[in-house]
Nanobody, 124 residues
Framework: QVQLVESGGGSVQAGGSLRLSCAAS????????MGWFRQAPGKEREGVAT??????KYADSVKGRFTISKDNDKNTLYLQMNSLKPEDTAIYYC???????????????????WGQGTQVTVSS
């Protein structure tokens, strides 16, 4: 069984920064395939950033502001969020273990394991 535990959410003013962490335990098909997703009130969950062993992918809305990374020794996924905007307000989830051929997909349908989520609130 895989467990994912997010931390690092909070409230910041626009232009500020936060770093989210996701500690993973257990074995997945590929330890390299993970992602960050978010869901704002009244909106569908969207893929923010994903990472595979050789690439990262980002939603257009966060490119140049967010950076996804992973420390394989610590089995921890990170999301560095800079220049935050009010529209970034959402619950952020980390997810793991899509089918290996779909590693890096930003479609939440494919991810097997999910964390409990951490709230990010950006005020103007």
């Amino acid at each position: 069984q895989v467990q994912l535990v997010e931390s690092g959410g909070g409230s910041v003013q626009a232009g500020g920064s936060l770093r989210l962490s996701c500690a993973a335990s257990g074995r997945t098909s590929s330890k390299y395939c993970m992602g960050w997703f978010r869901q704002a009130p009244g909106k569908e969950r969207e893929g923010v950033a994903t990472i595979s062993d050789d690439s990262t992918k980002y939603a257009d809305s966060v490119k140049g502001r967010f950076t996804i990374s992973k420390d394989n020794d610590k089995n921890t996924l990170y999301l560095q969020m800079n220049s935050l905007k009010p529209e970034d307000t959402a619950i952020y989830y980390c997810a793991a273990d899509p089918p290996v051929p779909l590693c890096g997909s930003r479609n939440d349908y494919w991810y097997k394991y999910w964390g409990q989520g951490t709230q990010v609130t950006v005020s103007s």
